[in-house]
């Protein structure tokens, strides 16, 4: 599955009481994308930078728009030139599928 099959899909609703992933298959997923860094099995997460802060602000306001549209938000570290991404599932303190999907989604739109 690539990068862009992972965007075709749909962010899932975790109802907790699942497990996270492995660091293997963690590491498996991030395979298909670019530029993403796994810590720790924990979160991935990337660095993007911009020639300003308002392309920042921007890149963050798309970010916020497709997070609400899948139900599944990031946490977003916004300074001028550069925006931050981690994402992990909340409810289950790790990595889901989601959290890769949501990845892929984000550098479609970046």
């Known amino acids: 599955m690539s990068s862009n099959e992972l965007a075709q ?6 109802q907790g009481g699942v497990p996270p992933l492995t660091e293997e298959e963690a590491r498996e997923l991030l395979t298909r994308l670019d530029g993403w860094e796994l810590v720790g099995s924990h979160h991935i997460q990337r660095e993007f930078t911009f020639p300003d802060f308002i392309q920042a602000l921007a890149a963050a306001n798309r970010i916020g728009a497709l997070a609400e549209e899948q139900g599944h938000h990031p946490e977003l570290h916004l300074g001028w030139g550069r925006l931050g991404v981690e994402i992990w ?6 990595l889901t599928e989601s959290d890769f999907i ?9």
């Open 9 to 14: 899909k749909t962010c899932v609703p975790c």
């Open 102 to 110: 949501l990845a892929a989604k984000i550098d479609g739109i970046i």
């Open 89 to 94: 599932t909340h409810k289950i303190d790790g």
